[in-house]
């Protein structure tokens, strides 16, 4: 097998017994950086589909009379709330690094498929709401919900929850559309300006719920039946009820749909919104929907004082698509209109330009975006980098040949960091029989890491334990997210990161692209002294810093330098 110089020097980090098992447990200084500070500028966070990622119980695979008929990747293939906390007990994440977990919508979808016009989907995906007060039966229970979040809280993980204000799901013969005063199902958008970016449905069959109505409006008909059915009904309107009297807001559409996704903070303690289709929404709208979470969150702390993990506030990051890190704050809707959403209720939006910025060289990308979130346009604020998720067509690599390169532009890239899940095991993303998003959207490929597939250079736990060496390593050190960049060397490379705020202080050093056939010294450039003990986290070692520079004995393309 021939060797790239980053699969070679994880394998020697390794040893062949590591790489035979590639057990998340075997990876080093998980329960030492599990205690680190946290903060949501340096989050690593692993975006999954609840669908795609692990099956617990094949007994819930097919609910509501759905058929295993759908076009390629377009079906429910049986992945559940109860897969992904067995992954959090077993260590997946902690060993990896995650400190905070992202799921797609959880709620009820719309029971029968349709076609978009890439062939019959159902909405495995959590996007297509038919209620969103209810766990999709194909996904597990409530109380498998609330198990995935205090699992997560017990080992220090946070939760975000996908929530969706801009529409329901498609209509079909089994699931009816709800009234007009609810939702528009014309016309289609164009994406020109304001106007024809939110008052319009994303696409046909779409229908857009009226988030600019104030005017009351009953419960849908449909919903209103289906809890009755389901013995409910009673103490959803007094639920409401209360809701309304306490916060004297109206009865329209938007209001509703702010108090049924803030109930699963005020239920389950989940820490965080990541919003869907944030542009396609009045920006003003968000900024209620923070208003109504903040209140749920710090009702459910108050009730759970035992559970909680920190006083921190509730976060809210956005997905508005295209959004990229040097639009700083304002985002072109066009027409001459724009849109601030970091002044509407968010703390960082979804960073679209990292996949472009990755094609640049480590210092370009990583100094401009130090720069724009250190002094610049985003002081303040924070983006999600990512370079691949469930809808972007056009990820970084989706043959999955820099595995590791693409880690270490994601991972090491100041702001914080989403993993789309199978990143760290080179899950492709051109699955040949599937169309358009479907590509995307697979099946976690939990054999080829069991099995320790063969690629074209590099072994798929080569790949995981490279993640997880770099994604410890931002647990550990909160700069290498959240603190302010500086080269120290072009060649071969080394930079600094440094953390201040208040009594908390950071820093560290990593030098990349390092010689694999010598160990290197590395000039600390004064970032830490003589003397000072210091550990590389890629392999583990520790070395004293003498005459201003450190040499661990090792042969890695990588290393990650700070003090434990």
Same mark, same amino acid.
């Given at each position: ?65 759905? !058929? ?106 089994? /699931? ?16 020109? +300006? ?9 696409? &046909? ?53 702010? !108090? ?10 989940? +820490? ?6 944030? &542009? ?30 920190? +006083? ?19 985002? +072109? ?167 201040? &705020?208040?009594?908390?202080? /950071? ?33 583990? &070692? ?23």
């Amino acid at each position: 097998m021939k060797l790239t110089p980053l699969a070679l020097t994880v394998a020697l980090a390794l040893g062949s017994s590591a790489l035979a098992t590639a057990a998340p447990q075997a990876v080093p200084a998980a329960a030492r950086a599990a205690a680190r500070p946290f903060s949501w500028d340096n989050a690593t966070v692993y975006f999954l589909l609840t669908d795609r990622f692990n099956n617990a119980n094949r007994a819930n695979d097919l609910a509501y009379g759905r !058929k295993a008929d759908a076009a390629p990747l377009r079906g429910f293939m049986g992945g559940d709330l109860a897969g992904i906390t067995a992954k959090i007990r077993a260590g997946y994440f902690t060993s990896l690094g995650v400190n905070a977990i992202w799921l797609t919508p959880p709620v009820e979808q719309i029971h029968a498929g349709t076609d978009e016009g890439t062939g019959k989907s159902y909405g495995f995906h959590g996007y297509w709401a038919a209620d969103f007060t209810a766990i999709d039966a194909n996904l597990g229970t409530e109380q498998d919900f609330r198990e995935l979040v205090e699992a997560a809280h017990q080992r220090g993980i946070r939760v975000l929850l996908d929530v969706v204000m801009n529409h329901t799901g498609p209509v079909t013969e089994a /699931d009816p559309v709800w009234p007009d005063e609810w939702v528009r199902t014309a016309p289609t958008c164009t994406y020109k +300006d304001a106007a024809s970016t939110i008052s319009c449905t994303l696409v &046909k069959n779409l229908p857009d719920v009226r988030t600019d109505s104030d005017t009351p409006v009953a419960l849908p008909p449909a919903l209103v039946a289906k809890w009755q059915r389901e013995g409910r009904l009673e103490r959803e309107q007094r639920e409401l009820d209360e809701f309304f009297a306490r916060t004297g807001y109206p009865r329209a559409p938007r209001y509703y749909l702010m !108090k049924w996704h803030s109930d699963w903070v005020r239920k389950y303690g989940v +820490d965080g919104f990541r919003a869907d289709t944030v &542009k396609h929404v009045e920006a003003p709208v968000w900024k209620e929907l923070r208003t109504v979470a903040d209140a749920a969150f710090e009702d459910w702390k108050r009730a759970n004082p035992t559970k909680k993990l920190s +006083d921190e506030r509730f976060y809210m990051t956005a997905e508005v698509y295209n959004y990229r890190l040097a639009d700083g704050q304002l985002h +072109d809707l066009g027409g001459g209109h724009s849109a601030n959403y970091y002044q509407n209720g968010f703390d960082s939006l979804i960073n679209f330009g990292t996949v472009a910025d990755a094609e640049q060289d480590y210092e370009s990308m990583f100094s401009r975006y130090s720069a724009m979130l250190h002094g610049g346009a985003l002081q303040g604020y924070s983006v999600l980098n990512y370079l691949a998720s469930h809808d972007f067509d056009r990820p970084y690599d989706a043959a999955r040949q820099r595995p590791f390169v693409t880690a270490n532009k994601l991972l090491l890239a100041p702001g914080a960091a989403q993993i789309y899940y199978g990143d760290e095991t080179a899950r492709r993303l051109d699955v040949a029989e599937a169309v358009g998003d479907a590509k995307l959207r697979s099946f976690m490929n939990w054999d080829e890491l069991k099995q320790n597939a063969q690629r074209d250079g590099y072994r798929v736990a080569q790949v995981r334990a490279h993640w997880a060496k770099l994604g410890l390593f931002r647990q550990a050190h909160i700069a290498v997210g959240a603190g302010v960049h500086q080269q120290l060397q072009a060649q071969p490379y080394v930079f600094k990161r440094t953390y201040s &705020k208040g009594a908390l202080q /950071d820093k560290v050093v990593v030098a990349l692209d390092l010689p694999t056939d010598r160990s290197t010294s590395i000039a600390l450039h004064g970032v830490f002294a003589d003397g000072a003990k210091v550990r590389d986290y890629y392999s583990g &070692k520790t070395a004293v810093v003498r005459h201003g520079q450190v040499n661990f004995g090792t042969r890695n393309a990588v290393l990650l330098i700070g003090q434990d």
